[in-house]
T-cell receptor, first 112, second 114 residues
Framework: TQLLKQSPQFLSIQEGENLTVYCNSS?????LQWYRQEPGEGPVLLVT?????EVKKLKRLTFQFGDARKDSSLHITAAQPGDTGLYLC????????????FGAGTILRVKS | EAGVAQSPRYKIIEKRQSVAFWCNPI?????LYWYQQILGQGPKLLIQ????????DSQLPKDRFSAERLKGVDSTLKIQPAKLEDSAVYLC????????????FGQGTRLTVV
């Protein structure tokens, strides 16, 4: 059973479009993280959100942590081909202490 | 600062053979993770160490997989005997530990079992 459910699984869009990726759970998390992974490489951390309702911006990327700390979203504005990759959410479920669990990921392809 | 080092990058073995992967985490990182990532899926935690102690190995198939982290630094993950379904990328990650869980990953070892 996947603790973190990501949607959509796949997303193919044109350069310049906006998109949102979702990460949902029935469990409460002490923190959530977003990673980006390119083929043949390990995931690279983009951001960590800790406080319920927190919003963080990283250039064209906006991350939000739900008020109840059970879900998160990643919004990309004006997507570029360089944004192509696998986006993974990960977090520490409070019921499991320090165990870092991952969602299945969203594969994003941005066409030029 | 050097990143997480893993070796080998690629390994092809026949089923029922054994294989070992090595990981050198970032210096000073107390927590070390081994993940299995099957193509198109997110990483699945196999085992987590805090220094040289095991924190979680609930998803490690202990009949064939073993891992150790001697002296709380380097770690090895072994599979014996390998099955076809073990074909995956094995990722090692480390973090400072305690309240800081931002994980830094190595490039992974791609295992193909034929």
């Amino acid at each position: 059973t996947q603790l973190l459910k990501q949607s959509p699984q796949f997303l193919s869009i044109q350069e310049g479009e906006n998109l949102t990726v979702y990460c949902n759970s029935s469990s409460v998390f002490s923190s959530l993280q977003w990673y980006r992974q390119e083929p043949g490489e390990g995931p690279v951390l983009l951001v960590t959100v800790v406080t319920g309702g927190e919003v963080k911006k990283l250039k064209r990327l906006t991350f939000q942590f739900g008020d109840a700390r059970k879900d998160s979203s990643l919004h990309i504005t004006a997507a570029q081909p360089g944004d192509t990759g696998l986006y993974l959410c990960a977090g520490l479920p409070m019921e499991y202490g320090n165990k870092l669990v991952f969602g299945a990921g969203t594969i994003l392809r941005v066409k030029s | 600062e050097a990143g997480v080092a893993q070796s080998p990058r690629y390994k092809i073995i026949e089923k029922r053979q054994s294989v070992a992967f090595w990981c050198n985490p970032i210096s000073g990182h107390a927590t070390l993770y081994w993940y299995q990532q099957i193509l198109g899926q997110g990483p699945k935690l196999l085992i987590q160490f805090q220094n040289n102690g095991v924190v979680d190995d609930s998803q490690l198939p202990k009949d064939r997989f073993s891992a150790e982290r001697l002296k709380g630094v380097d770690s090895t993950l072994k599979i014996q005997p390998a099955k076809l379904e073990d074909s995956a990328v094995y990722l090692c990650a480390s973090s400072l530990g305690r309240m800081n869980t931002e994980a830094f990953f190595g490039q992974g070892t791609r295992l193909t079992v034929v």
